[in-house]
């Protein structure tokens, strides 16, 4: 299936509701700052199928803790955002900063570690059969970087109403959670997120969550084994993992979703429905297209907080403050 490119028009007017960022903000100043993020991009994929979802789940870390900044790329300082528990299992670091080092050797001083984050997240979603679109810049990177600023993440054991919660907090919607948590679609988890789901699962205690489908709870038992190597994964998205598509919403109407949050979607009456709104008579030819709506959801969370004009800074390298 061809990438579903979002119109020109419509992208302005999402990139113009902040009033901060543009799209083609380097267009001047560094404009093979998204083609070299690109190549580096498209070679950490090949050398590594799993790269889509790794840079998208940056992106999204990213966001999530004071907000598009690059905060989480720090190593620096006393207590550095990346060490925090919820950011547990977040990589691609290595890619931006091949990508940065490049840029700093064509254009010194221009392009922010934030954005290259966006951009790269952008072109893995591509490089995963995902919709193509355009991302806003001018982001500039954080001066701040504590890993106590990350307890509030987004958690898969959350409740619905923790995770609406948390998302709100951010300017999104209902809608928001359900578009970003499909970006599930792609990639694995580790075990180690499943063993309460499977074995001692709140409030029932010593059983499995209910929202499991019985055809699909002792596949998951078996990969996971009560007492079990924790560190095996599995994807997220069973029986579509290395596709991005909306195959994860299916999956989450009936009973096979691999992690909690994903499940917790069909347990609340406006998420369910956004979900089910993607499986209509008329979709896709008249309902609503997931991948827009994706498209929007995510340009929408690359501009939580963002630092632009004189806020924040210009990396050298994006893992130390300079």
Known sequence: MAPFVLSLFFLFLIGGCEGQLQIGFYSNT?????????????????????????LLRLHFHDCFVEGCDGSILIDDGPDPEKGA??????????????????LEESCPGVVSCADIVALAARDAIIMANGPAYQVPTGRRDGLVSKKSLADDMPDVSDSIQILKAKFLNKGL??????????????????CFFMTKRLYNFFPIGG????????NFLPELKARCPQGGDVNVRLAIDEGSDKKFDKH?????????????????????????????????????????????DFVQSIVKMGQIGVKTGSN????RVC????
């Open 30 to 54: 560094c404009p093979q700052a998204e083609s070299t993020v690109h190549a580096v991009v498209r070679d950490a994929v090949f050398s590594d199928s799993n790269m889509p979802a790794i």
């Open 85 to 102: 528990f919820s950011h547990q299992g977040v990589r691609g670091f290595d890619v931006i900063e091949r990508a940065k080092a490049q």
């Open 173 to 190: 919607t209902e809608k928001d959670l359900v578009l970003l948590s499909a970006a599930h679609t792609i990639g694995t988890t580790a």
């Open 207 to 214: 059983g499995s969550d209910p929202a499991i489908s019985p």
């Open 248 to 292: 994860i919403l299916q999956n989450v109407r009936e009973g096979f979703a691999v992690l909690e949050s994903d499940a917790r979607l069909n347990d609340d009456i406006v998420t369910k429905s956004v979900i089910d709104s993607y499986f209509g008579p008329l979709n896709p030819i008249f309902g609503p297209s997931f991948e827009a």
């Open 312 to 315: 924040g800074a210009i990396r």
């Open 319 to 322: 893992s130390s403050f300079n």
